[in-house]
């Protein structure tokens, strides 16, 4: 940490967090505001990064057998309202398509703000036999929900992400496919975004309008606050029945499907920011950067410099690695900065002087920390200097997480730790909705998920004081 804030238009994250996020978004030029209000234009650099997140994520769901599909945009009103609990759920967000034209249209069309009824539909058709089944497939497209309070990629009117929708012939199927897919998220939340999360199952209250069981992964901020990373959920055969999605069975019956649902984002580009991030803008994970080293070339009108710089890129490329070479007119001290504030893991300089001496000096993102490397040994130090990066970023993330958890056994003790340190708070509950609704009302705070894995932090209900069946994790979130 030797070398001082380089960016000084970005607001401190200690100062004013949301600030800080805004004006990181917009210095790293990740989206811009649209013509249409809560929708937002996602720029070259913010897509690039959401590219490589699709890929991490379809390769992994191919090698479970899953197969991308597209379905329509709209959805008819009638369409929608066969599953009462969903449209229920929905209603206060969906978009509404009235006129064709200049014709008014006998029924109004709803913008898909997830395609449930899409899929249950076209599987009643497709869907006739055992041998059909099961049936896995996902889509990549835009959503819309009309929310009231918007922010770049955490919570816009339309947002990219997404949504596997499955079928099985069993309950026990679709339960191992919801957990499979939760497992992924995971995975590639930790592994490739560095990303430390809690997996669990939702609460009754917080759980998706028409599932039977909801799953989550749950992060944490840099300020403390929760965001909901992806869910999986299991929604048994109610959808199945309300639509007439069965099939005959090897014992000549006919019975319903047992079907399941799981999405994730670009809300995950939110999470790199504030769980990276710095002053100085984006500290992008080597595995998910769109760019891994940026070449700085110092002094570049010289001769044999640019030409120097390129052949380094071509030799790190060839590596496999993802390489440019900043040859803009800017200052060096300009590039350096912009390097920063777009978060490439790694920055090469190379002048004059280096080439002279057969080295170069390699700056890391995340730390700062200067390394002098040889020619000959750039493509293995680089390597290296990648690798541990995304390890030491997973790391300092985890170590915050665990910081930042707390366990209380009553109610103040619960309230005064969010307060005072906000992250996770575990605690045990009774169960009951109407505690989950008091502790909303009472200082904002929700819970985040029921781990599987179980720990007794006291005998009784945190905010009750009844006898208490779960331990759980609470806390304030986006």
């Given at each position: 940490?030797?070398?001082?804030?380089?960016?000084?238009?970005?607001?401190?994250?200690?100062?004013?967090f949301a600030q800080w996020y805004t004006d990181v978004v917009k210095k790293a030029e990740l989206t811009d505001y649209s013509?249409?209000?809560?929708?937002?234009?996602?720029?070259?650099?913010?897509?690039?990064?959401?590219?490589?997140?699709?890929?991490?994520?379809?390769?992994?769901?191919k090698a479970t057998g899953?197969?991308?599909?597209?379905?329509?945009?709209?959805?008819?009103?009638?369409?929608?309202?066969?599953?009462?609990?969903?449209?229920?759920g929905f209603a206060p967000e969906v978009a509404w398509v009235t006129s064709g034209g200049s014709k008014r249209l006998e029924e109004r069309l709803c913008v898909r703000p997830t395609s449930e009824v899409l899929f249950c539909d076209y599987y009643s058709k497709v869907v006739k036999s055992y041998r059909d089944l099961p049936q896995l497939l996902n889509q990549w497209c835009s959503?819309?929900?009309?929310?009231?309070?918007?922010?770049?990629?955490?919570?816009?009117?339309?947002?990219?992400?997404q949504e596997g929708h499955t079928v099985h012939a069993t309950?026990?199927?679709?339960?191992?496919?919801?957990?499979?897919?939760?497992?992924?998220?995971?995975?590639?939340?930790?592994?490739?975004?560095?990303?430390?999360?809690v997996k669990g199952r939702k609460t009754d209250k917080e759980k998706f309008a028409g599932a039977i069981a909801t799953y989550t992964v749950e992060a944490l901020m840099h300020d403390g606050q929760a965001l909901q990373c992806a869910t999986s959920h299991n929604f048994g055969d109610g959808f199945a029945k309300a639509f007439q999605v069965q099939y005959l069975?090897?014992?000549?019956?006919?019975?319903?499907?047992?079907?399941?649902?799981?999405?994730?984002?670009?809300?995950?580009?939110?999470?790199?920011?504030?769980?990276?991030?710095?002053?100085?803008?984006?500290?992008?994970?080597?595995?998910?950067?769109?760019?891994?080293?940026n070449i700085i070339p110092i002094q570049q009108n010289k001769e044999g410099v640019l030409d120097k710089a390129f052949d380094l890129m071509n030799t790190l490329m060839d590596a496999g690695l993802r390489v440019k070479v900043d040859d803009s007119d800017k200052t060096p001290g300009f590039k350096f900065a912009d390097s920063e504030v777009r978060g490439i893991p790694l920055r090469l300089e190379i002048g004059p002087k280096d080439i002279e001496a057969g080295q170069v000096v390699l700056v890391r993102r995340d730390t700062r920390e200067k390394i002098v490397v040889s020619f000959e040994n750039l493509v293995e130090e680089s390597k290296k200097l990648l690798e541990q990066i995304q390890k030491d970023m997973y790391n300092r993330a985890l170590t915050f997480q665990k910081e930042r958890t707390t366990d209380a056994k009553s109610l103040d003790e619960l309230v005064a730790s969010l307060d005072k340190k906000p992250g996770f708070v575990r605690a045990m509950w009774c169960g009951c909705r109407e505690c989950e609704e008091k502790l909303k009302e009472y200082s904002g705070i929700t819970s985040r998920c029921i781990p599987a894995k179980q720990e007794k932090i006291a005998d009784t209900c945190v905010v009750c004081g009844k006898p208490a069946t779960k331990m759980v994790y609470w806390g304030r979130a986006y």
């Amino acid at each position: 940490m030797a070398d001082k804030k380089l960016v000084e238009q970005i607001t401190s994250r200690e100062e004013d967090f949301a600030q800080w996020y805004t004006d990181v978004v917009k210095k790293a030029e990740l989206t811009d505001y649209s013509s249409v209000k809560g929708f937002m234009v996602i720029r070259p650099a913010g897509y690039a990064i959401w590219e490589n997140i699709m890929a991490a994520l379809d390769s992994r769901f191919k090698a479970t057998g899953v197969q991308n599909c597209s379905m329509p945009l709209l959805i008819p009103q009638s369409l929608l309202e066969k599953e009462s609990e969903h449209v229920e759920g929905f209603a206060p967000e969906v978009a509404w398509v009235t006129s064709g034209g200049s014709k008014r249209l006998e029924e109004r069309l709803c913008v898909r703000p997830t395609s449930e009824v899409l899929f249950c539909d076209y599987y009643s058709k497709v869907v006739k036999s055992y041998r059909d089944l099961p049936q896995l497939l996902n889509q990549w497209c835009s959503v819309v929900r009309w929310e009231k309070t918007t922010r770049p990629f955490l919570r816009t009117r339309e947002f990219l992400w997404q949504e596997g929708h499955t079928v099985h012939a069993t309950a026990e199927e679709a339960e191992e496919r919801t957990l499979l897919m939760l497992d992924i998220y995971a995975d590639v939340l930790e592994n490739e975004l560095a990303i430390p999360v809690v997996k669990g199952r939702k609460t009754d209250k917080e759980k998706f309008a028409g599932a039977i069981a909801t799953y989550t992964v749950e992060a944490l901020m840099h300020d403390g606050q929760a965001l909901q990373c992806a869910t999986s959920h299991n929604f048994g055969d109610g959808f199945a029945k309300a639509f007439q999605v069965q099939y005959l069975s090897k014992n000549n019956t006919v019975e319903p499907v047992h079907q399941t649902s799981w999405g994730i984002t670009t809300r995950t580009i939110g999470a790199l920011i504030m769980v990276h991030g710095d002053d100085s803008g984006l500290v992008l994970p080597p595995r998910i950067a769109p760019v891994q080293v940026n070449i700085i070339p110092i002094q570049q009108n010289k001769e044999g410099v640019l030409d120097k710089a390129f052949d380094l890129m071509n030799t790190l490329m060839d590596a496999g690695l993802r390489v440019k070479v900043d040859d803009s007119d800017k200052t060096p001290g300009f590039k350096f900065a912009d390097s920063e504030v777009r978060g490439i893991p790694l920055r090469l300089e190379i002048g004059p002087k280096d080439i002279e001496a057969g080295q170069v000096v390699l700056v890391r993102r995340d730390t700062r920390e200067k390394i002098v490397v040889s020619f000959e040994n750039l493509v293995e130090e680089s390597k290296k200097l990648l690798e541990q990066i995304q390890k030491d970023m997973y790391n300092r993330a985890l170590t915050f997480q665990k910081e930042r958890t707390t366990d209380a056994k009553s109610l103040d003790e619960l309230v005064a730790s969010l307060d005072k340190k906000p992250g996770f708070v575990r605690a045990m509950w009774c169960g009951c909705r109407e505690c989950e609704e008091k502790l909303k009302e009472y200082s904002g705070i929700t819970s985040r998920c029921i781990p599987a894995k179980q720990e007794k932090i006291a005998d009784t209900c945190v905010v009750c004081g009844k006898p208490a069946t779960k331990m759980v994790y609470w806390g304030r979130a986006y």
